[in-house]
């Protein structure tokens, strides 16, 4: 499986930016896909994912009503819809994925996902 990541940019506190993951090389009734950020000088943390079947979506606390994940069967992607975006929110964003669906537990943890994409920038300037 390969991930390609693309939407990030620079924005304008306070505006919306859209990521998107697009997948390809296999296709799974089930599976997880995951966004992760790392911004400078700090490590990589988990933004949210969306589990299938079932579309379960997860979110970490400071991205909770500002972002949403969701994923396009026809086009074999995940997208992540930032809104309201901060200056903190300025990161390199990855997407990641799993053929399985990760249990609830581990939907937070860079080690239940196996599949990795290349970042993509997002900067958001004060």
């Known amino acids: 499986v390969q991930l390609q990541a693309s939407g990030g940019g620079l924005v304008q506190t306070g505006g919306s930016l859209r990521l998107s993951c697009a997948a390809s090389?296999?296709?799974?009734?089930?599976?997880?896909v995951g966004w992760f950020r790392q911004a400078p000088g700090k490590e990589r943390e988990f933004v949210a994912t969306?589990?299938?079947?079932?579309?379960?979506?997860f979110y970490s606390d400071s991205v909770k009503g500002r972002f949403t994940i969701s994923r396009d069967i026809a086009k074999t992607a995940v997208d992540l819809q930032m809104n309201s975006l901060k200056p903190e929110d300025t990161a390199v964003y990855y997407c990641?994925?799993?053929?399985?669906?990760?249990?609830?537990?581990?939907?937070?943890?860079?080690?239940?996902?196996?599949?990795w994409g290349q970042g993509t920038l997002v900067t958001v300037s004060s």
């Open positions: 990641a994925a799993s053929s399985t669906r990760i249990i609830n537990s581990q939907v937070r943890s860079e080690d239940a996902y196996y599949y």
């Open positions: 969306i589990r299938w079947p079932g579309m379960s979506t």
């Open positions: 090389g296999s296709t799974s009734s089930s599976g997880t």
